[in-house]
């Protein structure tokens, strides 16, 4: 078979030259598109959301968000579900179920463990929601989208990520909280902040203006600059009439357990936490009283803190629930058995925590149950109790036994030292520290 009878040639010479050319030039056009796949990847990109590049050399096409798609997006708040993030982003709660099902069983995401500031976006066509995209605290993207059978399908999103360091201090004048937040520290960074600090400080009563505070913590970012979330609190200092204390975060090496620990090595965190509730206010002291509902004077055996029903209530040290039930006047009442005759107590509560009965074995700063009034009860606040050897002692005047101490590790508390200079040498901490000095002088004047 002739090639002639598909593809005339010219019988001119000067034709043929034409041909020649026009057959070349067509060659290297189609060449030229052929081998452009930086070209190819950045128009992509410009229909995705920042940092999704990574998936058009990941997933085929049909899984990319494309421009015509309509977007909303939020931050999950305190306290706040993620069925009512659904409902603030507008979103149809079946489909968004189906989504958050995908997430949970390729082990990406478990809605019941979601911590306020977790970033949402959606993408919707019409009612129908095609991807969902999930932006985490440590700024992790993991994303739910339907491929072009309508199947859902959940994968992460890799972004060379980086950590900036971003110093926050001042000094209170309403609140520790709204102070930071104004300065802008994140709803999260005050929530570390007062764990960090949640040994030593009672936040209602030993908090005074003037006093002077202190946050470094990581932001984290895409190659583009574009911000992901936040990172860890590394450094934490608080300056004022009761305390005078900076904490750094390190992590022993023959643990792997993230801590904070003073500049000396000495861990923030010690047996019991002082107050096993963040935002309460203390409503009643431990001592004699005349008890509101029976109207008899009698041992207050603990100290009350209101908050608001549904506040959680956090096992104040590392033990074992001996009780997790109704009990008199208590109410819905926890008793958690610690190491060296040490009891805690938490009664009035609305409802228990996770899993919590007689005989579990509970890690500080767990749930254990939330805030409420079930009992002899004038109004939702926590009763906590602290017992020692059966007997009950004052929680706010306890002198708990103190945690780790890195030094008597040589080998890691050398590898602390390098951390802890580390992170002095990031953001000027050395400098910090005198400012925190001088704010302290002045209160003292």
Known sequence: MKLSRFFPWPRSRGMRSLSVLVAAAALFACLSVAFRPTETVEQVATVMPPVAEPLAAEFPTEMLITAELTKASTSLQRRETL????????????QATQVWNTLNEADLLDPRRVRPGLEVAA???????????????????????????????????????????????????TSLYVDARALGAGDQQVVDFASVFAYDVDFQREIHPGDAFEFVYEIITDERGNRLGAGDLIYAALNGKVIDKGFYRFTPTDTGDADY?????????????????????????????????????????????????????????NGTVERASRFGGYGKYVRIRHANGYKTAYAHLSRYGSGIKSGVR??????????????????????????INGKPVNAMRLKLPTGRKLAETPDIMAVFETERDRIDAINGVEENTAILAKASAALEN
Request: charged share 25%; hydrophobic share 35%; aromatic share 8%.
């Open 83 to 94: 069925s009512e993030l659904t409902d603030r982003l507008d979103l149809d709660r079946g």
């Open 123 to 173: 993408w919707r066509e019409g009612d129908t929601i095609k991807a969902v995209k999930v932006v985490e605290e440590t700024g992790e993207q993991i994303m739910a989208k339907r491929d072009h059978t309508g199947r859902w399908r959940a994968f992460t999103l890799s972004a060379k990520q980086m950590k900036t360091p971003v110093r926050v201090a001042g000094t209170v004048a």
């Open 261 to 317: 620990f003073q500049a000396n090595g000495e861990s923030a965190t010690r047996f019991l936490m002082k107050t096993p509730i963040n935002g309460a206010r203390l409503s009643s002291s431990f001592g004699m009283r005349r008890h509101p509902i029976s109207g008899f004077s009698r041992l207050h055996k603990g100290t009350d803190f209101a908050a608001p029903t549904g506040t959680p209530v956090f096992a104040a040290g």
């Open 362 to 387: 509970v890690r500080q700063g767990q749930v254990i149950g939330y805030v409420g009034s079930t009992g002899a009860s004038t109004g939702p606040h926590l009763h906590y109790e602290v017992h």
